[in-house]
């Protein structure tokens, strides 16, 4: 990474320890999002429903997205600090989107980490570094390959 992710510059004090590997295969190998009888979108995913659209009480698309960035940016940050010993008295993280149209997608996004505790500079670096290394930060920087399988059943 850019930034060197939890290593040292030469001389440097070590930051803390590393980041908790993760299994490379989740709880989870597929979500399925479908539509119901009353028109609404629902997201299946292990034992968890969602609905997902416009409706009161549901989030949209966009909306899932950055929530799957902010929590994986603050969960992986999270276990850094549990790791490290770090004690934080609070964190949060606010995402804000840039949306753009031809193609409408989301161009960027800022992430704002909030951070409370008694920290020194060096760990709250540290933090920052871990969070910006969780797997949807990453998958999202490198842009994942998509593909479009399209299943048609025709009536009988």
């Known amino acids: 990474m850019e930034d060197g992710l939890l290593e040292p510059s030469a001389g440097a004090p070590a930051a803390g320890p590393a980041l908790p590997q993760h299994p490379v295969s989740e709880p989870s190998d597929r979500v399925v999002v479908e539509r119901r009888a009353d028109g609404r979108l629902e997201a299946r995913a292990r034992d968890v429903t969602l609905t997902v659209g416009r409706s009161d009480g549901s989030l949209r698309s966009v909306e899932l997205l950055l929530t799957a960035l902010g929590s994986c940016m603050l969960g992986t940050m999270l ?3 549990e ?4 004690r934080l008295d609070g964190a949060s993280v606010e ?7 031809r ?3 989301v161009e960027s996004i800022v992430a704002t980490l909030r951070i409370e505790g008694d920290l020194p500079e060096r760990r709250v670096a540290a933090l920052r570094r871990a969070a910006k290394h969780c797997k949807v930060h990453a998958t999202l920087a490198h842009g994942p390959a998509v593909e479009l399988v399209l299943d048609h059943v025709a009536p009988a």
Not at 83 to 86: C, D, H, M, S
Not at 95 to 101: A, C, H, N, S, Y
């Open 79 to 81: 276990a850094y600090a």
């Open 95 to 101: 995402l804000q989107p840039t949306l753009v149209e």
């Open 83 to 86: 790791t490290a010993g770090l």
């Open 103 to 105: 193609p409408e997608r």
